[in-house]
């Protein structure tokens, strides 16, 4: 079997591609042009094995290679999935920039593009490659790539007709990876995650909010009870409902602070409710009284990605207490970030690293039963609640997680992400190459 090497690609704006080999590449080789294939529907194109003059506009990159029938194979091309506007596109430049990094370190070539880009005839793309010694994105016509990471930036614009179609044939094309598919919903992760015993421990009662009888019903059951809209993103919003002192009081976020009402009976509750979220569907979901760090409760957020394997791994966790004014944990509402060791040695000074075990444990496990149901997941972030006798809970997850804070999260969750993708084109291939 070819073992794959890394080299240097050299890209010009006209399209050419030139690849730096070593001279023992050429050895016991006939003296035909070499032949690249650079991707599964590219036409076969002429390699250049010098290097091009000197060129303000070329992008040099590390690349993956091997010799594969007096072909050369490069890749995985990974293609970063978002919509555009005009002539630019949308999405976390910062995000891409540094998966393009990555790509650059590991041997694989990142690109941006947007449906309106494919060449479905072709089997090409107008993508954006990130320069980085001009720190632009430049527009080239591009290989269809072999792996298609769906960064869609919001779930209005995944619902677009025109992305819809993109996604749904982009799934269907052979030797194409796409991961992940579309935005979770909480309903569904639930209704999901339900039917595995090994997971059922972890959930917190949830059910639909759709009916006033259902919602008398939990409220009085459970007497703590959060709000979350299905389709919600960064905390936006989630209600509190607390019964306390006699009274049922409410709490929600606006513009950072939180607002707080009471109400003698569950059905003005209600009708409170049903004013502020209108036509948007929400869950209901039993309130857990979490552990404490500095008298302010805490989630726990895990990343958990599939690696050069294709294993489930946990590649981080991280601590996301709430602020003053908060309901939620989110650090754009006012969240704060802790390190997970000084909480857990806060908490379980004993133990802790046994109580850190659980926490992988728990996300692991969780993630392999979503996988079970749900296609083409390779990431998620999400949400554990840790009570102070060392119980965790699942509150929810992110199939499109963003970055994390913590420089060595960071770091790994970036090369998680490209290997997993060299993982899944390896697959592909049937041989064993890297990309082909």
Not at 47 to 56: E, F, V
Not at 155 to 180: C, G, H, W, Y
Not at 352 to 370: F, G, K, S, W
Request: hydrophobic share 40%; aromatic share 10%; net charge positive.
């Amino acid at each position: 079997m070819p073992q794959s090497r890394s080299g240097w690609l050299t890209i010009l704006p006209s399209g050419k591609w030139f690849l730096q080999l070593p001279r023992q590449a050429l050895a016991n080789r006939t003296r035909r042009p070499l032949i690249a294939s650079l991707g599964p529907f590219a036409h076969h194109k002429r390699l250049y094995t010098g290097l091009p003059n000197q060129h303000p506009g070329r992008i040099r990159t590390r690349i993956n290679w091997k010799m594969v029938n007096n072909s050369v194979r490069l890749g995985p091309l990974i293609g970063i999935l978002t919509v555009g506007e005009g002539a630019a596109f949308l999405g976390n430049r910062d995000n891409f920039k540094d998966i393009a990094l990555s790509g650059k370190k590991w041997g694989a070539l990142v690109f941006v593009f947007t449906p309106q880009g494919i060449n479905w005839e072709k089997k090409k793309v107008r993508g954006y490659l990130y320069n980085e010694r001009q720190n632009i994105w430049q527009e080239m016509i591009l290989p269809f790539p072999h792996v298609v990471y769906n960064r869609i930036p919001t779930r209005k614009a995944e619902q677009r007709p025109e992305v819809r179609k993109t996604l749904s044939r982009i799934s269907d094309l052979p030797n194409v990876t796409l991961f992940n598919r579309c935005f979770f919903d909480k309903q569904e992760l639930f209704q999901i995650l339900d039917n595995y015993p090994s997971v059922q421990p972890f959930l917190p009662a949830t059910k639909k909010l759709d009916t006033l009888a259902r919602f008398q019903s939990f409220c009085s059951e459970h007497r703590f009870v959060y709000l979350k809209p299905v389709r919600g993103k960064a905390g936006e919003g989630i209600m509190r409902i607390e019964y306390k002192n006699n009274a049922w009081r409410l709490e929600r976020l606006k513009e950072q602070r939180a607002i707080v009402r009471r109400f003698a009976t569950l059905e003005d509750v209600w009708h409170h409710v049903m004013g502020h979220i209108g036509q948007k569907k929400y869950i209901m979901q039993q309130g857990i009284k979490r552990a404490r760090y500095r008298g302010k409760p805490f989630d726990v957020r895990v990343l958990v990605q599939k690696n050069g394997k294709g294993e489930w791994s946990v590649t981080g966790v991280g601590i996301r207490r709430s602020g003053s004014q908060s309901i939620t944990t989110h650090v754009p509402r006012g969240g704060s970030i802790i390190s997970l060791s000084t909480v857990l040695h806060h908490l379980f000074g004993a133990d802790p690293e046994m109580m850190e075990a659980n926490i992988h444990h728990a996300a692991l496990t969780l993630a392999r039963a979503l996988n079970e149901e749900i296609e083409g997941l390779a990431e998620m972030s999400m949400d554990l609640g840790l009570t102070e006798d060392g119980k965790l809970w699942f509150f929810e997850a992110n199939a499109k997680p963003e970055k994390f804070d913590e420089p060595s999260i960071r770091r790994l969750s970036l090369a998680n992400l490209i290997h997993y993708a060299q993982y899944v084109s390896r697959l592909q291939s049937g041989r064993g190459t890297v990309a082909g």
